[in-house]
């Protein structure tokens, strides 16, 4: 059974940090990606960045480029998304999921076969 959770997540002010964490079981992290998604209130789930399970490369929504960075363990099967420079527009549920084989499509949710329960980010001061 595959299964992913997410962590930590949480309030922080503006311009803070935080960490979240993906870890997965059912599911070895070297053989499918990973992409980190968000939804805020009444708006779609965006795809904000994604790491490929071939080479480990990885890709950005212009929304997170610069501020956001992607990492995986795959020791721990394990993937981060470590967010700097924090805005309140960042304030949404974060979600990650796995895919096989969409690098070309990595912000489309329907790419996306297993998903976490999410975790909340509020940007707040």
């Known amino acids: 059974q595959v299964q992913l959770v997410e962590s930590g997540g949480g309030l922080v002010q503006p311009g803070g940090s935080l960490r979240l964490s993906c870890a997965a079981s059912?599911?070895?992290?070297?053989?499918?990606?990973r992409g980190w998604f968000r939804q805020a209130p009444g708006k779609e789930r965006e795809g904000i960045s994604f790491?490929?399970?071939?080479?480990?490369?990885?890709s950005y929504a212009d929304s997170v480029k610069g501020r956001f960075t992607i990492s995986r363990d795959n020791a721990k099967n394990t993937v981060y998304l470590q967010m700097n420079s924090l805005k309140p527009e960042d304030t949404a549920v974060y979600y990650c999921?796995?895919?096989?084989?969409?690098?070309?499509?990595?912000?489309?949710?329907?790419?996306?076969?297993?998903w976490g329960q999410g975790t909340q980010v509020t940007v707040s001061s």
């Open positions: 999921a796995t895919c096989d084989g969409c690098s070309n499509w990595w912000y489309a949710p329907e790419m996306y076969d297993y």
């Open positions: 790491i490929s399970s071939s080479d480990g490369s990885t």
């Open positions: 059912g599911l070895p992290l070297e053989y499918y990606a």
